[in-house]
């Protein structure tokens, strides 16, 4: 299973030239499209300055490295393992009618 992860969409909320909060989109993809096990989900999650999340500074001075550690990686790690077990390595299997069950006397 090759997972990949990539920062989609940085949304900023700026306020006297400093950004008080982000919204961050990150998509995870199991193996590549058009494969049997391909799976994607994404993820969202908000970041604020006044909850300790960053320090608040100009939108420009944010990078890739500094907007990803602002994302619960690990919590989304487990919930996409678990997204991708529930329907591709483990998916529900369906009823199977029993045509052959008669309705009791």
């Not at 989900?41 to 006044?50: D, L, R």
């Not at 420009?60 to 619960?72: E, H, I, Q, R, V």
Request: net charge negative; charged share 25%.
């Amino acid at each position: 299973m090759a997972v990949t992860k990539k920062l989609v969409k940085t949304i900023p909320y700026v306020k006297s030239s400093k950004v008080e909060k982000w919204r961050l989109e990150m998509q995870y993809e199991n193996d590549s499209e058009g494969d049997a096990t391909y799976y994607k989900s994404v993820f969202i999650h908000t970041a604020v300055a006044a909850d300790g999340d960053f320090t608040k500074a100009a939108k420009g001075s944010f990078n890739l490295a500094a907007l990803t550690a602002m994302c619960p990686t690990s919590l989304w790690d487990d919930v996409f393992a678990s997204q991708v077990d529930s329907v591709i390595t483990n998916p529900p299997s369906d009823p199977v009618p029993d045509d052959s069950f008669s309705v009791p006397s």
